[in-house]
Antibody, heavy 117, light 107 residues
Framework: QVQLKESGPGLVQPSQTLSLTCTVS????????VHWVRQPPGKGLEWVGA???????DYNSALKSRLSISRDTSKSQVFLKMNSLQTEDTAIYFC???????????WGQGVMVTVSS | DIQMTQSPASLSASLEEIVTITCQAS??????LSWYQQKPGKSPQLLIY???SLADGVPSRFSGSRSGTQYSLKISRLQVEDIGIYYC?????????FGGGTKLELK
């Protein structure tokens, strides 16, 4: 059974660094890619970035300078790090698995991140 | 980036009514289009992939279609449990882009 679960701090101060972890089960990170999607309160979905099964990464161009995605395949974990956080980064952050046809077939429950002093 | 223009932004419909939501892609994306349902406080759930294929466990009243660069999601007989926000997603080219969403409410 495929599962993804996000974890991380709920509150981050402005200008600080956000660190999130997505722990997956039911599939291998060397076979499937994992993407991050975020949703500001009351707004729509925004693609953040991805780590592909081969280990390469892609980032939203608007976030690229502040964003890093990595993984530990032995622990089935994907990591998101975003620095210089601003209030506009306040959002629910989801990790999701990517199916070869371009769809996101499984999603985590999401983690709410608030950027505030 | 490919733009996905989703309409309507909101929709009020009656039970058993037919509902149609559309997404217009700014360029050709083939069948790299999927649809998602999001209920309040929940993560999005995959409904349709490959523009027309029904995801596992999704009721058959949901269907997807394509006409050129316009994609549609149809609910044949609206049920209470279908209330929520619907999004389309294109993954033809990076970055993947979502439509703005359609909030579906009961009339």
């Amino acid at each position: 059974q495929v599962q993804l679960k996000e974890s991380g701090p709920g509150l981050v101060q402005p200008s600080q660094t956000l660190s999130l972890t997505c722990t997956v089960s039911g599939f291998s990170l060397t076979s499937n890619s994992v993407h991050w999607v975020r949703q500001p309160p009351g707004k729509g979905l925004e693609w953040v970035g991805a780590i592909w099964s081969g280990g390469s990464t892609d980032y939203n161009s608007a976030l690229k300078s502040r964003l890093s995605i990595s993984r530990d395949t032995s622990k089935s974990q994907v990591f998101l790090k975003m620095n210089s956080l601003q209030t506009e980064d306040t959002a629910i952050y989801f990790c999701t698995s990517y199916y070869y046809d371009g769809s996101f077939d499984y999603w985590g429950q999401g983690v709410m991140v608030t950027v505030s002093s | 980036d490919i733009q996905m223009t989703q309409s309507p932004a909101s929709l009020s419909a009656s039970l058993e009514e037919i509902v149609t939501i559309t997404c217009q892609a700014s360029q050709d994306i083939g069948n790299w289009l999927s649809w998602y349902q999001q209920k309040p406080g929940k993560s999005p759930q995959l409904l349709i992939y490959g523009a027309t294929s029904l995801a596992d466990g999704v009721p058959s009243r949901f269907s997807g279609s394509r006409s050129g660069t316009q994609y549609s999601l149809k609910i044949s007989r609206l049920q209470v449990e279908d209330i929520g926000i619907y999004y389309c997603l294109q993954a033809y080219s990076a970055p993947p882009t979502f439509g703005g969403g359609t909030k579906l409410e009961l009339k």
